[in-house]
């Protein structure tokens, strides 16, 4: 199964009215980055054991692990949990940059170094969270 496939059925997994919530979101994704590199992260670790949830990728960069160690992955991340919707900004050296710069515009949303976490799209300001995917990939790229 290639990514846009996995993409497709894990939106497809999800509950109504998250998987509406997700698709929109998908879409708006993909406007922000239109050249982006799709990933799609099943959240299960090398022995196949569920360490997260699963997640789609959007664009690259690359991880440097503290013992030199490098690996490839996305820089923007969109997952459902539990409670709503994660999008995860990887790659941002300063973890407090998020917060301090669309914490207050965002909505209603939980903003840590590198999460913004919310129930559902109508919660947010789509258009501060776009702004803050665009420049989260920018700034990723950079450091």
């Not at 109504?16 to 299960?44: M, N, S, T, Y």
């Amino acid at each position: 199964m290639n990514v846009q496939e996995q993409i497709k059925n894990y939106i497809a997994s999800q509950p109504e009215p998250k998987r509406d919530e997700i698709q929109a979101l998908h879409k708006r994704v993909l406007q922000a980055l239109p050249k982006c590199k799709l990933w799609f992260d099943e959240g299960k670790n090398s022995e196949g054991k569920i360490v997260a949830n699963p997640t789609i990728g959007y664009g690259s960069f690359t991880i440097k692990y503290a013992n030199g160690t490098t690996k490839d992955f996305f820089q923007i991340g969109v997952s459902g949990n539990t409670t709503g919707i994660s999008v995860y900004i990887l790659g941002i050296k300063d973890k407090t940059y998020m917060a301090q710069t669309y914490g207050k515009t965002l909505g209603k949303a939980s903003v840590t170094g590198y999460c913004i976490k919310f129930k559902k799209l109508s919660d947010i300001n789509l258009d501060v969270l776009a702004e803050a995917i665009k420049d989260g990939a920018e700034i990723s790229l950079r450091e």
